[in-house]
């Protein structure tokens, strides 16, 4: 079954596509900036209506509950960081040895979500929040995410650069090491910068994969 769209996913009022999209965006960035500073749960539409400026009763045409406001932040970070990532890495496609094409793509995501660590955090955070339906998108879009690193590391395994693994397993504690920047930022804030953990991340990564002839 192909994956809903964002679009597809909140149903609207309004038939004009291009004044949806552009009062989507308006949405989606004051909620962004309101749930970081309040929380999801402290957040209402009547503040959303005044940071947007839309009234309730207009909102109302764009959205139909408050769980689309959520749903509408995890689809459209997803979609933006995919998309920054795809443009930021998309010289790596080109990179034929699979260690350095995992060092590049390790290196890269980390600077992305560096860059939007405060969007994502909200996503980890109030992910509970969502409906099964709207979970289960979010999660696939982080399986899809998760397939790229996979497919270097079968591509390593096949060329013996890297041990012998489960290639879905790796990709996932690679994916996690990542995460980490975010999720465990409060214990890392001063103490880390973001140079550090990228070479910690690759040293591990070295150490447990690449095959010492080929590190």
């Known amino acids: 079954m192909a994956r809903r769209t ?3 996913k909140i149903l609207t009022k309004i038939k004009n596509s291009k004044l949806v999209e552009e009062r989507h965006e308006q949405i989606f960035q004051a909620a962004s900036k309101l749930i970081q500073k309040k929380g999801y749960h402290m957040t ?7 940071e947007t400026g839309i009234s309730l009763g207009n909102l109302y045409g764009y959205i139909t509950t408050k769980e689309d406001i959520l749903y509408m932040i995890h689809e ?3 979609e933006m960081v995919t998309r920054i990532l795809g443009q930021e890495i998309g010289h790596i496609r080109d990179v034929r040895d699979p260690v350095q094409k995992l060092k590049q793509m390790i290196e890269k995501e980390l600077e992305i979500i560096d860059r939007y660590q405060d969007l994502i955090m909200t996503i980890y955070q109030e992910s509970h929040s ?4 709207s979970l289960r998108t979010m999660l696939r879009s982080e399986e899809i995410h998760i397939k790229r690193f996979k497919e270097v ?3 390593g395994i096949k060329l013996r650069v890297f041990r012998e693994g489960n290639p879905l397993i790796l990709a ?3 994916k996690m090491m990542i995460d980490c920047w975010v999720l465990k930022r409060w214990n890392f804030r001063g103490k880390v910068n973001l140079e ?3 070479q910690g991340i ?14």
């Open 6 to 8: 964002f679009r597809e």
């Open 44 to 50: 209402t539409l009547r503040d959303i209506s005044r």
């Open 76 to 78: 459209k970070a997803a």
């Open 130 to 133: 969502l409906s099964k339906p």
């Open 153 to 155: 590391i079968e591509k």
């Open 172 to 174: 996932n504690m690679i």
């Open 196 to 198: 550090e953990m990228k």
């Open 202 to 215: 690759l040293n591990m990564v070295q150490t447990g994969i690449v095959l010492k002839e080929k590190a």
